[in-house]
């Protein structure tokens, strides 16, 4: 008889030998091309904009399609700086987080609550009251972002413009502009 010391090895070995596992495959799959008509997939309806704001396009300025999130995306002339409109419901985890947010894009270190009000300017608008936010971060060129923020009917919309900050000064006029003007819809 083989002893307790000898079996118990074999019966591992048995054991592990007849243990099937299933193998892992990695397949890929190519990116299917979304449908030009407002990027709706096949047989789906278009994604409902955020209703509320309207605003006017400054002159010269070119609108591109709305995709994703974005509820619009402006280009100034130059085709270097570009404004993004987003519109996302409640107070979308709120200003300082916002304001990281932003800062992050840029390389630039977080701030405190603190310092919050420092880095905030106020604008006025038919809609509302519209937070501005302008910041300049390092690196050859040099990029800024200049960000609005307004709560309107339970949603918070970003008005973003950001690139180069040489195309972001020429662009900024206007963009200040068309907050100034932002109104609410007829609903």
Known sequence: MRSVKTLVPLLLIALAAGCRRDRIEVHRVPKQDEEP??????GLPPVPRAKGLVWETPKGWTELPADGLREATLEPPGGKAQVTVIALPGSVGGELANVNRWRGQLSLKPI???????????????????????????????????????????TTWFFKLMGPASAVAAARPAFLRMLRELKSDAR
């Open 37 to 42: 008509a407002m990027g709706m997939a096949a």
């Open 112 to 154: 405190g609550e603190k310092e919050i009000p420092s880095e905030r300017r106020l604008l006025r608008s038919p809609a509302g009251e519209i937070r501005l936010y302008d910041f300049t971060g390092g690196g050859t060129p040099a990029t800024r972002l200049v960000a609005g923020a307004i709560m309107h009917r339970g």
